[in-house]
């Protein structure tokens, strides 16, 4: 059976993801911080490890606990405030550094230990970027200069997993019908402006999947995914 950690499992693109991958017949372990939103994922090889990703304490028991792993879906993040640089506290910009950016590494870090150690050796590593790792949408300052720290994680993570037989990708994703998306839409309605296109997040976990299911000489160095009618391509 095949093996694979998600963080940010206890709702959105995580537990979509997770879902999906159970249902294909995977050994799922479920990192988030509300244990009682993951025990909501009832499985037999659903393996439930609470945990903030901000912890590093935390996130290494619960690597360690899991055993052998094939594939991380680094997932968890947050968007944080919904404005301009001169309305954002110092704060709330660590905040989403820390989840985004310092988790990120913390799972990440982990993983490959393991990966790097384990027999056989190797493994696979997907990262959750965004759309706003290469075009950030208004009022994100935190979200964007965090999702493109994350290209630069994953590509360096490309260079130094090679020489281990781990591989690294990057999913950038948009739009995909979450809470987190339906949460900007709120924002988008309070000023007056038209809801984007969305897509069904299903599609997002197919899509991970796809990486995560390739044999170890192929991979998926990048992937964008996200509603056909977004305003991404073509942007002035």
């Known amino acids: ?5 998600v963080t940010g499992a206890s709702s959105g693109i995580g537990r979509e993801t997770a879902a999906y991958f159970l249902a294909q017949g995977w050994r799922v372990g479920l990192i988030a911080r509300r244990a009682d939103m993951l025990a909501e994922i009832a499985h037999a090889a659903a393996v439930h490890l609470p945990c903030d990703v901000t912890d590093e304490a935390a996130v290494d028991a619960a690597f360690a606990s899991f ?3 094939d594939v991380l879906f680094n997932n968890a993040g947050m968007f944080g405030p919904q404005t301009t640089i001169d309305q954002i506290g110092l704060n709330d910009w660590k905040q989403v550094l820390d989840v985004n950016l310092t988790g990120m590494f913390l ?7 393991q990966m790097r150690h384990q027999t056989p050796q190797g493994g696979r590593i997907i990262n959750n970027g965004s759309i706003s790792a290469h075009s950030p949408r208004e009022g994100s300052v935190c979200y964007t ?6 290209s630069g994680l994953t590509k360096t993570l490309t260079v130094d997993g ?8 990057q999913i950038d994703i948009g739009n995909a019908r979450t809470d987190l998306v339906t949460n900007l839409e709120k924002t988008r309605a309070a000023q007056g402006l038209e809801p984007l296109p969305s897509m069904d ?3 997002v976990a197919r899509s991970v999947f796809h990486m995560a299911s390739l044999p170890p000489e192929a991979n998926v160095q990048t ?6 009618k977004m305003p991404h391509i073509g942007r002035g």
Do not use: P, Y
Not at 145 to 150: A, E, L, R, S, Y
């Open 1 to 5: 059976m095949k093996s694979i950690i």
């Open 145 to 150: 200069t965090t999702k493109h720290g994350v």
């Open 162 to 169: 090679r020489a281990f037989n781990i591989a690294c990708g």
């Open 67 to 69: 055993g052998h792993l």
């Open 107 to 113: 799972c990440a870090r982990a993983a490959f230990r």
């Open 223 to 228: 992937m964008m995914v996200m509603a056909s």
């Open 201 to 203: 997040v299903t599609d």
